[in-house]
């Protein structure tokens, strides 16, 4: 077990090691930040001077070698647009987008085990049927634009939940079901494929003969054993939804790590984009890792050689 968590621990910081390097390049393909800080009339020699003071005039691949100098001194830059430490700026949002994304896949792992139950329960039925139906639906729409539509509905026609903002519990209503349906489709059906596996195995037939109450059998038995590939897929959705808040805080005018990210895109701020990058990175590659270090905990059969 130690090996194993070891050698996932090493993948890890590969994978958090390459995400650095993709975002390193894109961010420098968004433009060039010293025309916006340089005044309109600004000679070739003053661009030259400001490309010089923040390192743009070195290659490429030397930049990304002070970047990562830097980064293992805990140093991420300093943002271009507020003149603040990067790394602050982006700690100072991270609650909101770690509220919204843990919100979601709470409600999303909630709703979607026991809509999966009901359903592998009441197969073939309206019930097993409609609700499938629903959530695919939920599936296909994309994040932004259920976002839009549950504000046209219950911020403009009902007038019910705020559309944007971080002010209440009121405000995280809409965006954390905009974020977390797609991910409940999901949770949805790994569950009643598990579930309709589960109830068809021989102890399962086994404690029926024995006259054990059906709820015992199901909540008790089947559900834990059932839960091993839904815990593989919660780990992804947990990436998913952390990282896919990116477009929901735009849609909602959530104060997160997504809205930053974006403002900083258009400022090209590099030094934003990447403590926002990796460290939303560090979270969601840190989920997978947990995850897969609870199957020895759920199903005592496996064991990592």
Do not use: C
Request: glycine fraction near 8%.
């Amino acid at each position: 077990m130690l090996f194993y968590f070891f050698r996932r621990l090493g993948r890890a910081l590969v994978t958090i090691v390459g995400i650095s390097v993709i975002v390193f390049v894109v961010a420098r393909l968004s433009g060039d930040p010293t025309l916006q800080l340089a005044p309109e009339d600004a000679t070739p020699e003053e661009l030259a001077q400001i490309r010089s003071e923040l390192g743009l005039d070195k290659p490429i691949w030397m930049q990304y070698v002070v970047f990562v100098e830097h980064v293992a001194q805990g140093d991420f830059g300093t943002s271009i647009r507020y003149q603040q430490p990067a790394l602050s700026l982006v700690l100072s949002v991270l609650p909101a987008t770690l509220q919204l994304g843990l919100s979601a896949f709470v409600l999303s792992t909630i709703v979607g085990v026991l809509l999966g139950v009901v359903t592998a329960l009441k197969r073939d039925t309206w019930i097993d049927s409609g609700l499938r139906g629903v959530v695919v639906v939920g599936q296909a729409a994309p994040s932004f634009w259920l976002g839009m539509m549950l504000i046209l509905l219950f911020s403009v026609e009902l007038q019910w939940l705020p559309s944007s903002g971080r002010m209440s519990l009121a405000h995280m209503v809409l965006p954390t079901m905009a974020l977390a349906l797609s991910s409940v489709a999901v949770v949805l059906r790994l569950t009643r494929s598990a579930m309709l596996e589960t109830m068809s195995a021989d102890y399962i037939r086994f404690l029926r003969s024995k006259g054990m109450s059906k709820s015992l059998i199901v909540w008790k038995h089947a559900l834990r054993n059932a839960s091993i590939p839904v815990i593989a897929v919660l780990g992804l959705q947990l990436s998913y939804l952390i990282g896919g808040a990116v477009i929901v805080e735009t849609v909602f005018n959530w104060p997160g790590v997504g809205r930053l990210m974006v403002e900083a895109l258009n400022a090209r701020d590099f030094a934003v984009i990447q403590a926002g990058a990796l460290l939303v990175s560090f979270f969601t590659v840190g989920a997978n890792l947990l995850v897969d270090l609870l199957f020895g905990l759920v199903d005592p059969r496996i064991r990592y050689e």
